[in-house]
């Protein structure tokens, strides 16, 4: 096989891709590098982290995750910083290698330890087909749009807002109160973007209507401030993406977003959609030239330049996330005037998000290939869009939003645990290939096997909520005297083990924010009941998404809403607002996978878990050498391998 080798400097840069200087990660001094690989060939990424030492973070080093990728035999790099490799360090270095068994199509590739993600470590990651495509799509070029959102403050300082307490009993001098981050200053379309609504074009020459002068923040010493150019958006300006007239272009659709779910749209033009997070569907018209994307998903769409000769916009507009102002860029015809679209720039809230029938219906099916079909690739495209075999194993998931009694902390929970991450003193994968037994009988369920767990008993993240360090899962069924919810939410590391060959049926239900969870220490006057959308994504798989719906799940009257045929298979999908989806794959994958809402201020407040998956098998994989070493500071809390 071709080894395809590349090299990655990740640095510190001042940048100011919305025209707002900021510190900003850049990969060799670019902004979201493309990362593009050929179906079969061997990938050997030396990533170095030239990010200086005292650059504040939530977690020192940094790592890179291969969204969408299966990553199946090497679980290793999968990039999730302290589940599956300690991260790189200030300073060191890292190669990853493996083979791109993956399929044909469009990913992402971003930092997954602390939140380097928001200070701008994300980019495309496209994978080519070896030979010809398994299902082919025509047309004459390909474009990429990293629709991604964006803030003025570092992600560090973001992140830590979001840790003190909540509960405002618990708010001391030195902690001080918890803050939402808010909503983006911007949404860039390929990383540039004007802040605020009021400018756009080349040095924010136009103004837009509605313009107030910027609401946000402003660095210490400046009254205003004034668009900036940089190196990362040398004129200040937005993108241009050029297109021939009467030729068809694939754009390939890609949100890395920390928190907006949003709606991207193509003036004046019909987009047609052919895949969804790499996956090609039946191909369908999406409504209004409008795409609706979460975060994490990836949307292949076909459109034709086939208007009169001139410019258009592509805008972005959040959902859910009022205030929030829109992305814009120019889609600008060969030989159109270098100049702005002569319509208006279309205001936010013009565009209705997806209704949760009209996700179901639009990205209605995956293609299905014939078994007899010997497609490119081999076995992993193929098993992959094979029929959905029927679940081995249904498990409920209640999201609430819980207020922690012994810190005060707002989290985010599964089945009532807010994850905790367990000490960086060793990868919890090292830990399971080394020891699967004291994996098994002391990180693996108290639940299970019915025996406290003293296993860890960190306060990474300062959450201590579980005061004997007991890690807590919760195999949840609807079944109350099997699995009765604990009444207060717990803190742990969250694991759900999982055995190879099972088909697994994860109902994930939204639940009100913190309700069901016990706590009675509401702060009165707190909006506690306000829902939210969260996309989840899982790691090590695509899954079949069976269905999705409002209300609570339940699996008599919902039969009918859901796809048992041919359902989309994903890798990232919405639980509604006050709704449900219903996922499942099988257990053919050994490692240790990440399930999480893919809005980083979810995932950092504790919505995820680890699903431990085919113990045994992990054991048969062979561990890559020259990973990172983990931090020599770490205490182990008397764990047995300290
Ligand atoms: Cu793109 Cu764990 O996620």
């Not at 790592?63 to 035999?73: A, T, V």
């Not at 018209?285 to 000769?309: E, F, H, T």
């Not at 939410?489 to 759900?496: D, F, K, R, S, Y």
Request: with cysteine.
């Amino acid at each position: 096989a071709t080894v395809r080798k590349i090299r990655w400097r990740v640095h510190l840069a001042t940048g100011a891709p919305d025209c707002f200087e900021r510190p900003i990660l850049l990969v060799n001094g670019e902004l979201s590098p493309v990362l593009e690989v050929v179906q079969g060939d061997i990938l050997e990424l030396t990533v170095r982290n030239d990010i200086p030492a005292d650059y504040p973070t939530i977690d020192p080093g940094i790592s890179i995750h291969f969204h969408g990728f299966n990553m199946k035999n090497y679980p290793w790099f999968d990039g999730v910083g302290g589940i599956e490799q300690c991260p790189i360090l200030p300073g060191k270095r890292m190669t990853i290698r493996f083979r791109v068994n993956e399929m044909p199509g469009t990913y992402q590739w971003h930092g997954h330890n602390g939140a380097d993600r928001m200070d701008g470590l994300v980019g495309p990651l496209i994978v080519r087909p070896r030979g010809a495509p398994v299902v082919p799509v025509k047309y004459d070029g390909e474009r990429t749009l990293v629709l991604n959102d964006w803030w003025h403050t570092e992600a560090a300082a973001l992140a830590m807002s979001l840790n003190r307490p909540f509960d405002a009993a618990r708010v001391t001098k030195d902690s001080g109160a918890w803050a939402w981050t808010n909503n983006p200053q911007s949404l860039l379309i390929n990383g540039r973007g004007f802040y605020g609504d009021c400018a756009i074009g080349p040095g924010g020459s136009t103004a837009l209507p509605n313009c107030t002068v910027p609401q946000y923040w402003v660095p210490p010493g400046r009254s205003t401030v004034q668009p900036q150019a940089s190196a990362v958006n040398p004129g200040c300006t937005h993108t241009n993406v050029t297109v021939a007239a009467g030729k068809t272009y694939l754009f390939r659709l890609i949100s890395p977003t920390a928190l907006v779910h949003q709606s991207v749209c193509f003036e004046g033009h019909e987009v047609t959609i052919v895949a969804a997070d790499a996956v090609p569907i039946e191909p369908i018209k999406a409504p209004g030239g409008c795409v609706d994307i979460n975060s994490g998903q990836r949307y292949d769409v076909l459109l034709k330049a086939d208007q009169r000769i001139g410019n258009y916009w592509i805008y972005t507009q959040a959902q859910y996330r009022n205030g929030t102002p829109n992305g814009y860029a120019v889609l600008r015809y060969n030989r159109a005037p270098r100049k702005l679209p002569t319509t208006p720039p279309p205001q936010p809230g013009t565009v209705a998000p997806w209704t949760t029938e009209q996700t179901a219906q639009i990205v209605m099916s995956s293609v299905l290939l014939d078994s007899k079909d010997k497609s490119a690739g081999g076995g992993v495209y193929r098993t992959a869009m094979s029929k959905m075999p029927p679940a081995t194993l249904t498990m409920l998931l209640n999201i609430t939003q819980p207020l922690m009694n012994q810190t005060g902390q707002l989290r985010w929970a599964i089945n009532n645990v807010a994850m905790q991450s367990p000490p960086p003193c060793e990868a919890l994968l090292d830990l399971v290939y080394e020891n699967p037994k004291w994996f098994e009988e002391n990180v693996v369920p108290a639940s299970l096997y019915n025996k406290p767990n003293t296993a860890f008993n960190s306060s990474a993240l300062g959450v201590q909520e579980a005061k004997s360090g007991r890690i807590d899962v919760f195999l949840t069924t609807n079944d109350k005297k099997k699995n009765p919810p604990p009444i207060y939410p717990t803190a742990g590391t969250h694991v759900l083990p999982l055995k190879k060959g099972e088909v697994l049926e994860l109902v994930i239900q939204n639940l009100n924010a913190n309700s069901n969870n016990g706590d009675y220490r509401v702060p009165a006057g707190a909006n506690r009941t306000a829902q939210e959308q969260h996309p989840f994504h899982l790691h090590g798989h695509h899954f079949w998404v069976v269905g999705s719906g409002l209300g609570i799940y339940n699996a008599k009257a919902n039969a009918s809403s859901l796809n048992t045929v041919n359902p989309p298979l994903r890798d990232t999908a919405t639980l509604p607002q006050g709704g449900w989806v219903v996922i499942r794959f099988k257990a053919d994958n050994p490692g240790l996978w990440l399930l999480h809402c893919h809005l980083f201020m979810h995932q950092f407040m504790g919505q995820l878990l680890v699903v431990a998956e085919d113990i045994e098998g992990i054991q048969k994989l062979e561990r890559p050498k020259g990973l990172p070493e983990c931090p020599a500071t770490c205490v182990y809390n008397g764990a047995p391998w300290s």
